[in-house]
C-alpha cells in the first residue's frame, strides 16, 4: 500500500493530474467550438470525426508527457535529470491551477451562451416550420411501360389525375405538375430533385396499358435516406372506375407511409368517380394536357377535347369546368371576341357548378370568370372555397393571390404567391407573377433575381420578358432594353396581340412614330377588339394631333374595357372636349367608366385616382374648388401609400395635383425628382399634352426638364437602333410567315 501511496504523490507532484484536467477542459471546449465553426463553414462531416479521434489520442500522451518531462526555468528536461532540490514543479503547478480556473470560466460562459443567449428554437417552433417539408411529396412523371408511344398522352394523364387526388389532402404539401414535369428522363438523383423542390418524398412508378388491362407499379422513396417506404402493383381492368380506385389506394397508402390523415370531406372526395365514359375521361385529359402550352392554338385545341368530353358524357362537371376555363384563356389570349368567349365560359361553369358544385376547378373557374366581370369581392370568395377544397392548388392560389394584387392587398398578395411558388417552385408564370408582385412595392432587385429564376426555367417564357421589361422601362427608365425585351416576347408567340401592344407603346415612348404604327397595326390586326392594342393606338393618334382616329380608337377601349390602364384613354379622350369646354361630355365619359367617383362622397381608390385627378381638372374649370380639392386630397392619400416607379407607381400624379393645386414650386420639384429617379412613362403626354399641367408648361424649368428627357430618350432610341442593326434584337416573324 506504501508503494502505491508513494506513486500517487509523485504523480500529484509530476503534475499529471492537473495536465490531464486541462487536457480534458480544452479539449471539451475545442470540440463544442468546432461544432458550432465547422457547419458554419460547409466542412464534411469526416473533419470533426478525424479532430475527435485525434483529441482522444491526445490525452494519454498528453499524460506520459507530464510523467516524464518538466519545464524548468532552462527549459524542457526529462524528469529524471532534474534535482529534486531545483524542481518548480509546485510552482509550475500552481500556474496551471490558475489556467485551469480559467478555462472552467470560459467553459461556462460557453454553457451560458450556449443554453441561453444562443437557445435553440423551442421544438414546437422548429416543428412547425419543418413540418410542410417532413410532410410532403413530388410525384414524379410516370413511365410508359406499354412500348407504344400512343399511350403517352394517356400516362401522364393518370398522373396528372394522381396529382390532383393527392393535392386535395390537406395534411401535406404535394408539389403541382407544372415543377414535376421538368424531371421527365431526368439523370439527376432522387436527393437532388427533392432539394431543388423541398420535399421529404418522391414517389416515381409507372403505367402499362395492355388492351383492356392497366397495371401501376409505384414506389414511395424516402428522399434523404433513399430508403424505400412503400411500393405496390395494382393491375386492373382498363375502367375509368378502376383507375380512379387505384389512385384512391395510392393516396391512401401515401397518407399512412407520411403518418398524415384523412379528414371525412377528403375521403368522400376521393371515392367519387368524375365519369364512367373512358372516352370521355382520355378526352379530357387531352384538353388539360393541351391547356399547358398557353398559346393560341393550344387553348383553341383544349376547347375542342373538352368540349368532346361533355358531348360524350354531359354529366362530367370536370369537363364543364376546364371548357370554362379554356374559353376564358382564349379570351384573354387570342384577341377574339371577348364578350363571346367569357359568355361560352360562364355557361359552361354554370353547368358545371349544376353538377357539382364541390369540385375545386369549378370554383377556381367561377373565381377567375368574377373577376373578369369585375367581381372582386366574389371572385375571391369563389377562390377561397376553391382552395379549401383543394388547398395544394397552386395555381388556384396563384390566381387569389392575382385578386389581391388588384385589389390593392399587396401583403397579402405576397404571401400567396409565396406559398404558391413553394407548391410549384419550378413554373414560370407563378414566378413571373411573385416578381412582378415584389416590383409593385418596389423591391425591384429582389424582383429581377426572381425573374432570373423565371429565364432559368424557361428561356422563352414570354410573360418573363414582359415583366422584365416592364421593370426596366417602368422602373429604371431604361426604354431601349424595356424595347429588346418585348421583341423577345413577341418573337416567343408573335400571335398575341398584347405583346406587339406593348412593343408598340415603348417604341411611342422612344419617339419613333413609325415603328409604333408598325406594332400597334400588328396588334389590331390581332385583336380588332383588344383594349391594349387600341388603347396604344388612342396614344399615337394623340400624339399625332389626329382627333377622329384617337376618338374612334378610345371608343373601343370604352367598349371592351373602359377602366384600360388605370384611364389613360379616358385621360386622351378627354383633351378636346376639355379644350373646347365641354365639360358635360368629359363627365358623362367619366362617369361611365368610374360611376364610384361621382357618388357623395366620391369613392376614390387605388384603381381611379387618377381619373380622381382629372375629374378634379374638369371641376376647377368649372368653379367647383370644393369638390375639387376633396378629389385631390383623397388621390395624395391614395398615393402616400404607393411607390414612385413600376407598373403600379404613381409616376407624376403628384405633380398633377401640385400643379392644379396652383403650387409650381412643388410641382416642378417633384417632376425635377420624378425624372431623377427614372421616370419616363408617358412623358410626351405628360409635357405636351395634359391640362392638368397647363399651369406649369411655360415654365423655364419645365421646359428645360423636357429638353433633358428629350435628349436622354433620343439616346436611348438610338441605342435600341443599333441593337437592331447588329442582329441583338430578336426576330419577330413577318405576319403571315
Not at 414535369?181 to 402499362?208: H, P
Not at 398575341?496 to 415612348?509: C, D, I, N, T
Not at 403600379?648 to 417632376?671: N, T
Request: overall charge negative.
Amino acid at each position: 500500500m506504501a508503494g502505491l501511496s508513494e506513486y500517487f504523490r509523485e504523480l500529484r507532484r509530476r503534475n499529471v493530474f492537473r495536465v490531464g484536467t486541462a487536457y480534458a477542459i480544452v479539449a471539451w471546449l475545442i470540440v463544442q467550438i468546432a461544432s458550432i465553426a465547422l457547419p458554419t463553414y460547409g466542412a464534411p462531416e469526416w473533419v470533426m470525426q478525424v479532430l475527435l479521434i485525434l483529441v482522444v489520442l491526445g490525452f494519454p500522451l498528453a499524460l506520459v508527457f507530464a510523467w516524464a518531462f518538466e519545464l524548468t526555468p532552462e527549459g524542457l528536461k526529462r524528469e529524471r535529470e532534474v534535482v529534486r532540490a531545483e524542481s518548480v514543479a509546485a510552482q509550475t503547478g500552481r500556474k496551471l491551477d490558475y489556467f485551469i480556473i480559467a478555462v472552467l470560466s470560459a467553459a461556462v460562459m460557453l454553457l451560458v451562451l450556449d443554453k441561453i443567449v444562443w437557445k435553440p428554437e423551442p421544438a414546437d417552433e422548429v416543428a412547425a416550420r419543418s413540418a410542410e417539408v417532413e410532410r410532403s411529396i413530388a410525384v414524379l412523371p410516370f413511365e410508359n411501360f406499354s412500348g407504344d408511344l400512343a399511350n403517352d398522352p394517356f400516362t401522364v394523364g393518370v398522373h396528372d389525375d394522381l396529382l390532383t387526388q393527392l393535392s386535395k389532402i390537406s395534411s401535406f404539401k404535394t408539389i403541382s405538375r407544372t415543377s414535376v414535369q421538368q424531371y421527365r428522363n431526368t439523370n439527376k438523383t432522387i436527393s437532388e430533385i427533392a432539394d431543388e423542390l423541398g420535399v421529404a418524398t418522391v414517389l416515381e412508378g409507372g403505367v402499362q396499358r395492355s388492351g383492356d388491362r392497366i397495371r401501376f407499379n409505384v414506389q414511395l422513396i424516402d428522399a434523404e435516406t433513399d430508403a424505400h417506404l412503400w411500393a405496390e402493383t395494382y393491375d386492373r381492368r382498363l375502367t375509368v372506375a378502376d383507375i380512379f380506385a387505384i389512385q384512391t389506394e395510392i393516396a391512401t397508402s401515401v397518407c399512412d407511409a407520411l403518418q398524415a390523415t384523412l379528414s371525412p370531406d377528403e375521403e368522400h372526395y376521393l371515392a367519387k368517380v368524375p365519369t364512367e365514359s373512358l372516352e370521355a375521361y382520355e378526352a379530357y385529359q387531352l384538353g388539360r394536357q393541351a391547356m399547358q402550352g398557353r398559346v393560341t392554338t393550344s387553348i383553341a385545341e383544349a376547347v375542342d377535347y373538352f368540349s368532346e368530353a361533355t358531348t360524350i358524357d354531359p354529366k362530367f362537371g370536370l369537363a364543364w369546368a376546364g371548357l370554362s376555363d379554356a374559353y376564358q384563356y382564349l379570351a384573354y389570349y387570342s384577341g377574339r371576341n371577348v364578350d363571346e368567349l367569357l359568355r361560352q365560359a360562364r355557361e359552361a361553369i354554370d353547368r358545371a357548378l349544376q353538377l357539382d358544385d364541390q369540385i375545386s376547378e369549378a370554383q377556381s373557374a367561377l373565381a377567375t370568370l368574377l373577376e373578369s366581370e369585375g367581381d372582386k369581392s366574389g371572385a375571391m370568395m369563389a377562390f377561397e372555397r376553391s382552395l379549401k377544397l383543394d388547398p395544394n392548388n397552386a395555381n388556384a392560389r396563384f390566381q387569389y393571390a392575382t385578386v389581391l394584387y388588384e385589389s390593392g392587398n399587396l401583403d397579402r398578395a405576397l404571401e400567396e404567391f409565396e406559398r404558391a411558388a413553394r407548391l410549384d417552385p419550378l413554373s414560370p408564370v407563378i414566378n413571373d407573377s411573385y416578381a412582378f408582385t415584389l416590383a409593385a412595392v418596389g423591391r425591384f432587385d429582389e424582383a429581377l433575381s426572381r425573374y432570373r429564376i423565371v429565364h432559368k426555367i424557361d428561356a422563352d417564357f414570354p410573360m418573363a420578358a414582359v415583366s422584365i421589361g416592364t421593370i426596366y422601362g417602368l422602373a429604371y427608365g431604361q426604354l431601349d432594353q424595356a424595347y429588346a425585351w418585348y421583341r423577345k416576347a413577341l418573337a416567343a408567340d408573335p400571335d398575341v396581340p398584347f405583346y406587339a401592344s406593348v412593343l408598340g407603346l415603348v417604341a411611342l415612348q422612344m419617339d419613333d412614330y413609325d415603328a409604333a404604327e408598325n406594332w400597334i397595326e400588328r396588334a389590331l390586326q390581332k385583336g380588332p377588339r383588344h383594349a391594349w392594342a387600341n388603347g396604344a393606338m388612342v396614344m399615337l393618334q394623340s400624339y399625332r394631333g389626329n382627333m377622329p382616329e384617337m376618338q374612334r380608337h378610345a371608343k373601343a377601349v370604352f367598349e371592351s374595357e373602359p377602366r384600360w390602364r388605370f384611364g389613360t384613354a379616358l385621360s386622351h379622350a378627354r383633351v378636346p372636349d376639355l379644350r373646347s369646354g365641354n365639360y358635360e361630355s368629359v363627365l358623362k365619359r367619366y362617369e361611365a367608366s368610374y360611376p364610384e367617383l361621382f357618388a357623395n362622397p366620391p369613392g376614390v381608390n387605388a384603381g381611379n385616382y387618377r381619373s380622381a385627378i382629372d375629374l378634379a381638372g374638369v371641376y376647377l374649370e368649372e368653379g367647383d374648388r370644393q369638390r375639387a380639392a376633396y378629389l385631390l386630397a383623397q388621390s395624395q392619400e391614395q398615393m402616400s401609400r404607393k411607390i414612385r416607379l413600376g407598373f403600379d407607381g404613381y409616376g407624376v400624379s403628384d405633380v398633377q395635383v401640385f400643379a392644379l393645386l396652383g403650387r409650381s414650386d412643388d410641382a416642378l420639384a417633384a417632376l425635377h425628382r420624378a425624372i431623377g429617379e427614372g421616370w419616363r412613362v408617358d412623358w410626351q403626354y405628360f409635357f405636351d399634352i395634359d391640362p392638368n399641367l397647363d399651369s406649369i408648361r411655360d415654365h423655364p424649368t419645365f421646359l428645360q426638364l423636357r429638353s433633358e428627357v428629350e435628349q436622354d430618350v433620343a439616346e436611348q432610341l438610338e441605342r435600341s437602333r443599333e441593337m437592331d442593326a447588329s442582329g441583338e434584337l430578336a426576330p419577330v416573324p413577318e405576319e403571315g410567315a
